[in-house]
Nanobody
Framework: QVHLVESGGGLVQPGGSLRLSCTAD????????MGWYRQAPGKQRDLVAR???????YVANGVQGRFTISRDTARNIVYLQMNSLKPEDTAVYYC????????????????WGQGTQVTVSS
């Protein structure tokens, strides 16, 4: 069983910063992708930033220059440093990981964290 454990959400004023952390715990062969999505009320869940297995990084256009994704590969941790936060960044942020359970497995398993609330408001 694999669990994605999230932390770092909270209430922050516009212009402030938060750092989200996600740790993949459990038994598995390897992490193929790991990153962050967010979903505001009444809106779809959108990809914010992620790493793939080869280390390539994607950051959504709307947060480039403000958000930075980093990782600790050995400990299966991904971080999202969020600076210059705006009210439109308010959402539930979900950690996501595509995990290969066994060596040579043709199908990877998609895991989601429970979500952590980020609220940007004065």
């Amino acid at each position: 069983q694999v669990h994605l454990v999230e932390s770092g959400g909270g209430l922050v004023q516009p212009g402030g910063s938060l750092r989200l952390s996600c740790t993949a715990d459990g038994s598995f062969f390897g992490v193929m992708d790991m990153g962050w999505y967010r979903q505001a009320p009444g809106k779809q869940r959108d990809l914010v930033a992620r790493f793939d297995e080869g280390g390539s990084t994607y950051v959504a256009n709307g947060v480039q220059g403000r958000f930075t994704i980093s990782r600790d590969t050995a400990r299966n941790i991904v971080y999202l440093q969020m600076n210059s936060l705006k009210p439109e960044d308010t959402a539930v942020y979900y950690c996501n990981a595509l995990i290969r359970r066994r060596i040579g497995a043709p199908v990877d398993s998609n895991y989601w964290g429970q979500g952590t609330q980020v609220t940007v408001s004065s």
